[in-house]
């Protein structure tokens, strides 16, 4: 089955406890991307990825990593979490970026800093 | 499930009537542009796309409108049934970007 999978589901942590979101998809896409989904806001793009080692900034990357080592895995990391991190995380992938393609999207993270 | 819609417009339709989205987005350079449905406690799916050089599309009982004009978007649903209450987002493409909309909820009464 074709998927994007995310773990964990669900991650509560305290201030400044690295951690990492891992994310893979099964279908040879290009392109991943990490958005932050919060209340009223839509979802916000973090980072994404054109292919194996190409990252590149979103539009909300303070206080993100992430690396492209493998074109399958596209894991977020957040070195220093703070509260305001606080949100649902969803990796997406596509066949190519920046062309008519759909985004597939994974279950989602929620995350909660205290 | 997670809540994503606080403060968001909200549609209620009745069961049965055709239901009308509308998203105004922001970029006149955008040339794609998708709607999602996105179920409680679940990622966004998708629904349909427009490319920027047409200003209709149809698909199994939806349709996308586009007008560049005014840069607005619109996604009917005709026959709304239950299963279609979802929170509904636009997105739009420029570059290797997706920037999305904050949503609308649609509410299907039985």
């Known amino acids: 089955e074709a998927q994007v999978t995310q773990n964990p589901r669900y991650l509560i942590t305290v201030t400044g406890k690295k951690l990492t979101v891992t994310c893979s998809q099964n279908?040879?896409?290009?392109?991943m991307s990490w958005y932050r989904q919060d209340p009223g806001l839509g979802l916000r793009q973090i980072y994404y990825?054109?292919?194996?080692?190409?990252?590149d900034k979103g539009d909300v990357p303070e206080g993100y990593k992430v690396s492209r080592k493998e074109k399958r895995n596209f894991p977020l990391i957040l070195e220093s979490p703070s509260p305001n991190q606080t949100s649902l995380y969803f990796c997406?992938?596509?066949?190519?970026?920046?062309?008519?393609?759909?985004?597939?999207f994974g279950q989602g993270t929620r995350l909660t800093v205290v | 499930g997670e809540s994503v819609g606080l403060h968001l417009p909200t549609l209620s339709v009745q069961e049965g009537d055709n239901s009308i989205i509308n998203c105004a987005y922001s970029?006149?350079?955008?040339?794609?542009f998708i709607w999602y449905k996105q179920e409680s406690g679940k990622g966004p799916q998708f629904i349909i796309d427009?490319?920027?050089?047409?200003d209709k599309r149809q698909g199994q009982r939806v349709t996308v409108l586009l007008n560049k004009t005014v840069k607005h978007l619109s996604l009917q649903i005709a026959a709304t049934q239950p299963g279609d209450s979802a929170v509904y987002f636009c997105?739009?493409?420029?570059?290797?970007?997706?920037?999305f909309g904050a949503g609308t909820i649609l509410r299907v009464k039985s």
């Open positions: 990825s054109m292919n194996v080692e190409v990252t």
């Open positions: 997406a992938s596509s066949p190519r970026g920046g062309t008519n393609t759909e985004a597939f």
């Open positions: 997105a739009e493409r420029y570059g290797n970007k997706l920037v």
């Open positions: 970029n006149s350079a955008s040339d794609y």
């Open positions: 279908m040879n896409h290009e392109y």
């Open positions: 427009i490319r920027s050089n047409m």
